[in-house]
């Protein structure tokens, strides 16, 4: 197997043999015994689960049958326009929020601590609180104040946690938002990762620790779900967000039916994952741990994908740190390889190119499209009339999951709406690409104009941001939305009308139409007039020198216009539901070209790279070697404020190794990195800064470089 490696005054392309870089140093049957981890876990938010709630109020009592299922996590309790947070929950939300904590009468002889926060305002706090790790339950009213007897009725809708979020303003659109679960022992590990905000769901078993800390680091989870009877010390426990989870939620037989179900499938098979029982039982926990979260059906988790390490470069954390692929040494995204190779028109697009780049390839034909492509792409400037139509197309990848959780918003539809209107051009400016690949690609990313005419008649062009308040849908898409509305809105000008029309017909001058609170709407006549009301004139209600009355028509207007408002309102969120569920029919094609739009996107920014950084590709050949030509720091010739100097590297089965010696700043680390940068960009398929590129495939890439250059001091 072929290395690259890079160390302080060393870089060699070598065959090696992995060797153990732990020892075996925990019992084979140490899950067996008491599990003296959990008394190391984080204790729980709350003091403990009330089990006794008759002291407490019916509110209480509603509250702590809710609280006592989610006893570690924050519960934000609607209560009206507000979410209130109760007792512990309370205290700790006051202070990482910032808020006051107050108190709100008693319950059980005691006072309620207490905090709150608008509910149409809760986005932001949601957003700080899942930044800083927490977990929060959602818990609507789900009864109507009006008709309820005693509490209104309340239920869990969501639970929100750092790797389950799909709200725009919680995510970062740059990056994948991943959870995963791990099952194993230090021999073997079954690993499945998902990202909900996509549907992207993998799995794959490694071997050794060594591989599986290297596979966390590169996917970099927000969530990372353990087995509850793991024993103590296991290395992946120490990561941010890991979470135990009971032992049945990883069993392999209930996993693979849940999975089959999840797919529509009889077996397993099809995903070429059917043998991974590790992998079968963590891709089933992360299943179920979705589903409870999101309290709704998955249909844009439509399959699982295999992958192997064998197919990949791999890359350990060491190696991914001093290499600074999208994360530089200090911890920011400037000055990174990403930073230079980004020009992506899409989020997706942004966020597929950093996977490439975490996980280059192996797979010789998949590079070898990718180079032709770029090619095709460079040709006559091609991406030049791509990129502005890839612009108009915006993230609809994560749009299409919030609208298969159900928790699309009116601007997501807008935005897909103005995404599909734009697809026709897109095909247009595809029409000349002349490679298998791209032709494929454009094949999927196929046109829907059914799709686009249904929301172009359905949405308005600049919805609110919630169908909350209504006011989302156009006039003309439902004719029984447009009689309530007109109802609602037209109210007055009827009354008007009515009162002209009665006057007119009875003679009476003094006849008055109008409208009170209690007995609603009324036609008043003077009582000396009251003689002279015709027939249909049905006496409603007698005052002091007046008698009012209402007719057949108005008491038909009364009741529709009374309702009209709340009426209008259910029926457009009925008719905006019934709209996703239209949606979520097509999700399958619309997720494909979503995909597909999203390599154009990487495609024809790596094109634009290659011209504007004067890249050029390289070539694989079968023999073991490495010969570049002209060589440059992709990065550090970004910073310099001097052309950068280029230089030459020769390795190959005659000469397998370099020592290289100088100075301290005189270039040494930036020389092996930049030939590990250029080695790693051949490997996701793009072009190279050199003047000619000649290698064969690597397996791993290593970086042992002691002194930790700042890229960005390299401007001072």
Known sequence: MHHLIVRDNLATIANTRQTPLIQRGIARHASRLPNPLLKNLPKPLMNKAISDLSSHTPMMQQYWKLKNQHLDQLMFYRMGDFYEIFYEDAKKAAKLLDITLTARGQSAGQSIPMCGIPYHAAEGYLAKLVKLGESVVICEQIGDPATSKGPVDRQVVRIITPGTISDEALLDERRDNLIAAVLGDERLFGLAVLDITSGNFSVLEIKGWENLLAELERINPVELLIPDDW?????????????????WDFERDSAHKSLCQQFSTQDLKG????????????????????????????????S?????????VILDAATRRNLELDINLSGGRDNTLQSVMDRCQTAMGTRLLTRWLNRPLRDLPILQ????????????????????????????ERIL?????????????A???????????????????DTPHLQQLAQTASTYPELADLLQRAIIDNPPAVIRDGGVLKTGYDAELDDLQSLSENAGQFLIDLEAREKARTGLANLKVGYNRVHGYFIELPSKQAEQAPPDYIRRQTLKGAERFITPELKEFEDKALSAKSRALAREKMLYEALLEDLIGHLAPLQDTAGALAEL???????????????????????????????????????????????????????????????????????????????LLAHIGSFVPAASCELSLVDRIFTRIGSSDDRRSWSK
Do not use: W
Request: aromatic content about 4%; overall charge positive; charged content about 25%.
């Open 304 to 312: 699982l994908r295999h992958e192997r390490l064998d197919d990949t």
């Open 271 to 302: 995903f070429g994952c059917e043998n991974l029982t590790l992998a079968i039982g963590a891709a089933g926990c992360l299943l179920g741990y979705a589903k409870e979260t999101q309290r709704t059906a998955l249909p844009h988790l439509r």
């Open 401 to 413: 999951a919030r609208i298969g959780l159900r928790n699309a918003r009116p601007r997501d539809l």
């Open 415 to 433: 935005r897909l709406r103005d995404a599909l209107s734009a697809l026709p051009e897109l095909q247009k400016a595809m029409a000349d690409l």
């Open 231 to 247: 024993p103590q010390g296991m290395p992946a426990e120490k990561r941010r967000g890991a979470r135990r989870r009971a032992p």
């Open 601 to 679: 996107d990487v495609l024809s920014n790596l094109a634009e790279r290659a011209l504007n950084l004067d890249l050029n590709c390289p070539r694989f050949v079968t023999e073991p070697c490495m010969r570049i030509e002209q060589g440059r720091h992709p990065v550090v010739e970004q910073v310099l404020s001097t052309p950068f100097v280029a230089n030459d590297l020769a390795l190959d089965d005659s000469t397998r190794m370099l020592v290289i010696t100088g100075p301290n700043m005189g270039g040494k680390s930036t020389y092996m990195r930049q030939t590990a940068l250029i080695v």
């Open 369 to 396: 499209a990718r180079q032709t492509s770029i090619a095709c792409f460079l040709d006559r400037y091609r991406f030049e009339h791509l990129q502005p139509q890839l612009k108009e197309i915006g993230d609809i």
